[in-house]
């Protein structure tokens, strides 16, 4: 018995002394040298951030009063139900809430588990060893989204929260059920960054684990913060290269998004040169069947943690690599207003495009029916095949919209499954005495209204408030159906 105590005494002083000698060797790693992030993302700059308040609050009565109108009588908030094969790229909400536009620019952190995400958004916010600092470690840490913004105060907000509060953009969150809003939290920090941008951490990828095992729909989830994003990180590290069925499917939902998706070789300073190539070509090779682009994605290689990159390293190459990185993040930053419009007017666009071909779909079917004609047979021949009534070359020739604008036939088939046709009504009927038409309205917003107001920032000017609430942001659109 004796013998049995000395000896756990002896494996306690051992693991003791070992915690003590890996304390003092983390106490000795020297921190890195954090100026050319502040200097680059312009931490120390003094002056006062652009007040845009007059052209977000432009930009809300351009989108209520002539986007808006037309994207809720053709219900496109049904068609986004088939986005990804309907609209490759980014959309917006359903029904844009004010919080969605004039919410900040949004960086989504997304890779294996275990690479490096949390201890990058550390670093990027100086978080280290301070009681904001993101939790990290070598095993899967990370399993809720984690929203961090800027705050007055370090404060914790509950998903069921954020989901409720309409003045946040987060509130359709809601629509993925009670189970998903516990994996979701929020975290202000007093930080000057998140003055200007929203960082969004993500569960590692795990590919052994089954997606219904999260109780939630985690892919799901994934695509709606894609689609809000203004700039995307794919991280990976020497030591999780292969490519699953979860990340296969993650890069098949960042389809038309790849000139804001950033991949990163994180930890690279825990190579030898030789070792570094093989990982660098071995991260190409997993990734060239899911990104289908014609030039090859950039991949950025560097280590993103505050202690100093390990010696006998390329010390110099890293870090022009971190700048550059940050470089392409302070650019979204500058122009998040620029974007922010372009965003708006891309989706009035496609708001436009899908009104005018429901129109379209309803007036070959007023054209078709007959009074002995059975309705359901009449447009069912007309959904499954478009192309034979010339529905979508129609368009083409009579409203010079590009072919490439167009979304996919088959995404029509389920939206008319669920709003019959005879619900809607044709364009030239949506049109009021002192509203004017709905199709003008919107054609006035993407070719005049929005690029002017995107000109305004261009140059310099900010667009007056009052005149604007004085004459609507433009004259009355002409009501064409209006009798003299």
């Given at each position: 018995m ?5 000896l ?6 051992l ?6 000698e890996e ?9 890195r040298?954090?100026?050319?992030l502040e200097?680059?993302?312009k931490?120390?700059e ?11 609050q432009?930009?809300?009565?351009i989108?209520h009063s002539?986007?808006k109108p037309?994207?809720q009588s053709?219900?496109?908030n049904?068609?986004?139900q ?6 490759p790229?980014?959309?917006?909400g359903?029904?844009a809430?004010d919080?969605e ?13 275990s690479?490096?995400?949390s201890s990058?958004i550390?670093?990027?916010?100086g978080l ?5 600092q993101l ?20 404060k ?8 409720a509060d309409?003045a946040?953009?987060f509130s359709?969150?809601?629509k ?7 994996k979701?939290?929020?975290i202000?920090?007093?930080h000057?960054l998140?003055e ?10 795990i590919e ?6 999260r ?7 994934c ?10 990180f ?16 993650l890069?098949?939902?960042l389809k038309g998004r790849e000139s ?6 994180n ?6 040169t ?12 997993s990734?060239a ?6 030039e090859?994605p950039?991949v ?41 419009i372009?965003?708006?007017?891309q989706?009035?666009?496609?708001v ?11 007036q070959t079917y ?8 059975d309705?359901?047979?009449v ?11 010339f ?6 020739a009579?409203?010079?919209v590009s ?6 036939r ?5 939206f ?12 030239s009927q ?6 004017g038409?709905f ?13 002017d107001?995107?000109g ?16 609507g ?11 003299p």
């Open positions: 004796k013998r049995l105590d000395l756990c005494c002896c494996v306690a002083s693991l003791l002394l070992g915690t003590a304390a003092e060797d983390a106490s000795k790693l020297t921190k040298d954090r100026s050319h200097n680059t993302l931490l120390n003094d002056k006062p951030a652009d007040d845009f308040s007059g052209v977000l432009r930009l809300r009565k989108y002539s986007i037309l994207e053709y219900r496109y049904e068609l986004r088939h986005e990804i094969t309907a609209y790229g980014r959309t917006l359903s029904s809430t919080g536009i004039t919410s900040k620019p949004m960086v989504l952190f997304l890779g294996p588990w690479v490096g995400k990058m550390n670093y990027l916010l280290d060893n301070t009681p904001y939790y990290t470690g070598a095993e899967p840490t990370t399993s809720e989204f984690t929203v961090i913004m800027h705050g007055p105060k370090l914790t907000i509950e998903g069921i929260v954020m989901a309409s946040r953009s359709p969150l809601e993925f059920g009670q189970n998903f809003l516990e979701l939290i929020g202000e920090v007093p000057k998140l200007r941008v929203t960082f969004v951490d993500t569960p590692g990828i052994n684990r089954k997606q219904q095992e109780g939630y729909p985690f892919n799901d989830v695509q709606w913060f894609i689609d809000r994003a203004d700039l995307i794919i991280v990976f590290d020497p030591t999780k290269l292969d490519v699953g069925l979860e990340l296969e499917m890069f098949r939902q804001q998706i950033r991949i990163i070789l930890k690279a300073d825990s190579l030898a030789q070792e570094l190539m093989r990982v660098y070509g071995a991260l190409f090779w990734l069947p899911l990104i289908n682009v014609t090859p950039r950025y290689v560097s280590s993103f943690w505050p202690q100093d990159y390990h010696p006998d390293t390329h010390r110099d190459l890293f870090l022009k690599e971190e700048i550059s990185l940050l470089e392409d993040l302070n650019q979204v930053i500058e122009n998040r207003m620029e974007n922010k372009a965003f708006i007017r989706h009035a666009i496609r436009r495009i899908h009104a005018l071909l429901v129109d379209r779909y309803l007023k054209d078709k029916m007959t009074f002995f004609s309705g359901e047979l447009f069912r021949d007309i959904v499954e095949d478009p192309d034979k009534f529905i979508f070359k129609s368009i083409l009579k409203t010079n072919k490439f604008d167009l979304p996919n088959e995404a029509y088939k389920d008319f499954g669920i709003n019959p046709i005879t619900s809607f009504k044709l364009l949506q049109c009021s005495y002192m509203g038409c199709l003008e309205k919107i054609e006035k917003a993407i070719t005049r209204e929005l690029p107001l995107l305004s920032i261009g140059l310099g000017k900010k667009p007056n408030v009052l005149s604007c609430d004085i004459t942001c433009g004259e009355t659109p002409k009501n064409r159906y209006r009798k």
